[in-house]
């Protein structure tokens, strides 16, 4: 199955309907009027069920095939929301919201599973039932916890879920995907240093929350060069510096840390934490101030099912000649929380040589639409064969 005629055809159409989910972004869950753009899309399509509302914004939109044999379910997910960036690429269809910007290309992804979605209610050549999934808040706001945890798995018997996110870099319309642990888990933590302030003409009559601040941030890398095996991976950064004084002769009273931590295990996500914990009170203590610690878990380790990795490679390969295998990738992905529910996998699509995701000139490749709506309707077709 190679790139459908059918998605040449309609390219135009899709990508009009990118372009303008691309001049209207909306953040989080704050995604309405994308929302009803595409429900309104799915009615017109003629599903045979559509609900909004699920996971607060998400829309689910069910179409059944000409058979329904074994009572199969394949769930198929896109993600909706924008990220708070001001867009720079000079577009004609550039972002006319200030501040916010679909720089992952969430408008692309939302705008192939409508295409694929049109074709598969137009055709509904499958024996089985598809749930088309788009979902709010994948950047930060958890929005697909938030759908599972509205009951969608079992409301709809989805039975296996597929996601698709187009990754600049790989060859435009190429795809690549992993088995197992994919991208990685993402947590954050606040630190606080409290010491005592004073005059920097008397340092000796102060406990200088900044030189503590600054054992730290060297400190924390030995989570990842003395503590992690080597071939587990974890990252720890520190990615802000905020001083209680912005004076220059002011031994500051506070200084907070914040920042992430990445792991591609449980075993090393519960490790890092414990580690970066005991680091930040101990190094501290040992230069007479206290650190308090806020450690906030975010997204889980997205893990791809073996057997359904190896069907959605396969598919790819009927799509566009080969399927790469991904690297590791230590951004984060709520898809994680689907996947932890059921079986399924999670690929990538090729956006060609272009600006890298959550960059302010980054723009998806309209081009890569007939591959990943081909890749979405073979999931489905190949998966659910007519007898």
């Not at 190094?283 to 975010?298: K, N």
Request: aromatic letters at 6%; charged letters at 20%.
């Amino acid at each position: 199955m190679p790139i459908k005629n059918r998605f040449a055809e309609m390219l135009p159409e899709i990508t009009a309907w990118r372009r303008d989910l691309h001049e209207n972004p909306e953040i989080l869950f704050d995604t309405h009027r994308t929302a009803q753009v595409v429900a309104d899309k799915l009615t017109c399509f003629g599903c045979d069920e559509v609900v909004t509302g699920i996971g607060r914004t998400g829309v689910i939109g069910v179409i059944r095939g000409k058979q329904d044999t074994m009572g199969k379910v394949i769930g198929l997910r896109a993600d909706m929301d924008a990220l708070p960036i001001h867009e720079a690429t000079g577009l004609d269809y550039a972002s006319k919201t200030p501040g916010a910007m679909h720089a992952c290309g969430h408008d692309g992804h939302t705008a192939m599973l409508l295409g694929a979605a049109q074709y598969l209610a137009e055709t509904r050549n499958f024996d089985g039932t598809v749930v088309v999934i788009f979902q709010p808040a994948e950047e930060g706001g958890g929005g697909g916890r938030e759908m599972c945890a509205d009951g969608m798995m079992d409301r709809w018997n989805i039975q296996e879920v597929y996601g698709m996110h187009n990754w600049p870099g790989i060859p435009l319309g190429q795809f690549a995907i992993r088995e197992g642990a994919f991208f990685a888990a993402t947590d954050q933590f606040d630190i606080t240093i409290k010491g005592r302030g004073g005059h920097a003409a008397k340092p000796h009559e102060t406990v200088d929350a900044t030189v503590v601040a600054a054992h730290l941030i060297t400190a924390l890398q030995t989570i990842a060069s003395r503590n992690a095996d080597p071939v587990d991976q974890v990252v720890v950064s520190v990615t802000s510096v905020a001083s209680s004084s912005n004076a220059y002769n002011v031994i500051a009273q506070e200084v907070h840390l914040k920042g992430t931590v990445r792991s591609m295990s449980p075993a090393m996500r519960a490790l890092a934490k414990e580690r970066l914990t005991a680091i930040a009170r101990l190094t501290a203590e040992s230069l007479g101030a206290v650190a308090e610690v806020v450690y906030h878990p975010g997204y889980p380790v997205m893990v791809n099912h073996a057997a359904q990795t190896d069907f959605a490679a396969a598919v790819a390969r009927s799509v566009s000649g080969k399927c790469d295998p991904a690297p590791l990738i230590m951004g984060g992905e709520d898809f994680a929380y689907m996947l932890e529910e059921r079986p399924g996998a999670y690929i990538l699509v090729g956006n060609g040589d272009s600006a890298p995701v959550h960059h302010p000139a980054y723009n998806f490749n309209d081009d890569a639409i007939p591959a990943g709506c081909s890749w979405w309707a073979g999931i489905v077709e190949q998966r659910m064969p007519v007898a």
